[in-house]
């Protein structure tokens, strides 16, 4: 599964493995895949050089990148608090109420929220790359699209790729526009933040649009199969998410929430703004609901929704109120339907790549005839 970008950033399989586990992203690329680690959840740059440090200990030499959240336009001078101050009370008092109604119990004296996003903002994910910067990583791609600048140009002066999520082709042009690297093109069907097109129309309209600067297909890839037509549509890679949330490696912290995913089918997730503030697939549960209802106080703007339900997350969490239990995931859990290591599930997508090229070949060399 190789094409001319996997061979420029030397490995095996064109197969782009986002996951915000550092040893799953470790075993993407030594199964011969490029392990992509999210920053987004880490707020003290400590923790995020002690995973950078782990991961450069065990992935044996092979090449890897980190993705990060972050506004393309520079904004500076409005802190946490700040942000915080500007989230009405009603919406408190709507999550008091939400929390009381399922008996989720209160997190412990003097404890943290262990799911506090503000890596969403600006400054925290410059403090993510300062740290970043000083690794050998070979891609740098951001979720919100490219880059501010600066960042592109300092990425560039250490040799490091930029790429950047797409939902659309003109969102693709205007990161062509902006100096990107590589563009990901994120159907509707992909987990965590998405537009409104699938991946069968968005990844061509893409790969046009943009010609000559590779793309990755992202969404409802899942399957060799899948990544095989991702080629056909002119992808020289596709990101994967979703499906390795359920490997061996990686650490989700709960076992209630593994048997959700695992039990899900295709049609369990919901396209909502409960998490973060702008519409992000994720499993459906009564906590989605509750946020979509049009009864309630409605959802608010990034970064201001990721803050105000941070603790409730960490508490929903931590004790596995099963009703309110989720997490970002596409339409591909439907296929997500037991635990295998990472390397298992590239085992998987190598045998369903060669299946469907053979089964092209065959039907290509009967037209031919």
Do not use: C
């Not at 040893?23 to 400590?46: H, K, W």
């Amino acid at each position: 599964m190789q094409t001319e970008l996997s061979k420029k950033l030397g490995v095996e399989h064109a197969i782009f493995g986002f996951t915000p586990f550092p040893a799953v992203a470790a075993a993407i690329s030594r199964a011969g895949g490029f392990g992509v680690l999210g920053a987004v959840r880490y707020t003290a740059p400590d923790d995020l050089k002690r995973d950078l440090d782990w991961v450069e200990a065990h992935i044996d030499g092979r090449p890897y990148g980190l993705d990060v959240v972050m506004p393309a336009k520079k904004v500076e001078g409005v802190s946490e608090a700040d942000v915080e101050a500007m989230i009405p009370e009603g919406h408190r008092q709507f999550i008091r109420d939400t929390l009381a109604k399922y008996a989720v119990p209160e997190l412990a004296a003097g404890e943290v929220s262990g799911w506090r996003i503000t890596g969403w903002m600006e400054q925290v994910a410059r403090t993510q790359l300062d740290v970043a910067f000083d690794y050998p990583i070979k891609l740098l791609a951001n979720a919100l699209g490219s880059p501010p600048a600066d960042v592109v140009e300092r990425a560039h002066d250490r040799g490091v790729l930029v790429a950047a999520l797409a939902g659309s082709a003109r969102h693709a042009r205007k990161h062509q526009e902006a100096g990107i690297d590589i563009v990901v093109a994120q159907g509707y069907e992909a987990g965590g933040h998405t537009g409104e097109i699938a991946s069968m129309v968005l990844t061509p309209e893409v790969v046009d649009a943009v010609d000559p600067l590779p793309v990755l297909a992202a969404g409802g890839i899942g399957s060799g199969q899948q990544v095989a037509a991702a080629f056909s549509l002119g992808a020289q890679g596709v990101w994967l998410g979703s499906i390795w949330l359920t490997t061996t490696e990686a650490d989700l912290h709960s076992s209630a929430l593994t048997a959700k995913l695992l039990a899900a089918g295709s049609g369990d997730t919901v396209r909502s703004r409960a998490l973060t503030g702008k519409p992000a697939r994720q499993l459906r549960t009564e906590w989605t609901d509750a946020w979509d209802d049009p009864d309630g106080p409605g959802t608010l703007p990034m970064p201001l929704q990721g803050l105000l339900v941070a603790e409730a997350v960490s508490r929903i969490q931590k004790y596995e109120v099963e009703p309110l239990l989720g997490t970002p995931v596409g339409q591909i859990v439907g296929r997500m339907n037991s635990e295998r290591s990472v390397q298992a599930v590239f085992d998987d997508l190598t045998r369903g790549f060669e299946r469907a090229v053979d089964r092209i070949n065959r039907i290509a060399g009967r037209s031919s005839q």
